[in-house]
């Protein structure tokens, strides 16, 4: 992915100033080398640990509670909050859409957490973790000004 989005910047497509890279831990290994490399390649990356529903879970609450899979915090969601999440989801936005101050608050809350707490762990290695507010932060500033 990192290397992909540094290529549209290099190649096709000159004119984008930045290029972001939405993943999550869970299943992946090579955290190390992916922002590594994308520090080299300039290209900015929106984690989440364990798992993107991390950052789904953070517009209905703000938790520092750790979770082994997807799976758990889909089904935190489903039986706290009544709140039915499928990953193919192409609705979910709007169905949480506002509750995005929260989950920005609760992001952050949770980054300044993990992070003072970690010892100086890298990020991947924290759980939970989720900076995905970086990126829909930046996402909303460029909307208000169109």
Same mark, same amino acid.
């Given at each position: 992915?990192?290397?992909?989005?540094?290529?549209?910047?290099?190649?096709?497509?000159?004119?984008?100033?930045?290029?972001?890279?939405?993943?999550?831990?869970?299943?992946?290994?090579?955290?190390?080398?992916?922002?590594?490399?994308?520090?080299? @390649? %300039?290209?900015n990356i929106a984690f989440s640990s364990i798992s993107f529903e991390t950052w !789904?879970?953070?517009?209905?609450? +703000? *938790?520092?509670?750790?979770?082994?899979?997807?799976?758990?915090?889909?089904?935190?969601?489903?039986?706290?909050?009544?709140?039915?999440?499928?990953?193919?989801?192409?609705?979910?936005?709007?169905?949480?859409?506002?509750?995005?101050?929260?989950?920005?608050?609760?992001? @952050? %809350?949770?980054?300044?957490?993990?992070?003072?707490?970690?010892?100086?762990?890298? !990020?991947?290695?924290?759980?939970? +973790? *989720?900076?995905?507010?970086?990126?829909?932060?930046?996402?909303?500033?460029?909307?208000?000004?169109?």
């Amino acid at each position: 992915m990192v290397r992909f989005a540094s290529q549209l910047i290099e190649k096709e497509y000159k004119s984008i100033d930045e290029a972001w890279v939405v993943y999550d831990k869970d299943g992946y290994t090579k955290h190390s080398e992916t922002f590594s490399e994308a520090r080299t @390649k %300039k290209v900015n990356i929106a984690f989440s640990s364990i798992s993107f529903e991390t950052w !789904i879970l953070l517009h209905f609450e +703000y *938790t520092s509670r750790a979770f082994n899979n997807s799976d758990e915090i889909i089904s935190c969601m489903k039986h706290k909050h009544k709140f039915i999440y499928e990953k193919k989801d192409n609705e979910i936005y709007s169905k949480i859409k506002d509750k995005t101050g929260d989950a920005i608050s609760n992001s @952050k %809350k949770l980054a300044h957490y993990e992070r003072t707490g970690s010892g100086g762990k890298p !990020i991947y290695e924290l759980n939970p +973790y *989720t900076d995905v507010y970086k990126l829909v932060e930046l996402i909303l500033t460029y909307k208000q000004k169109v």
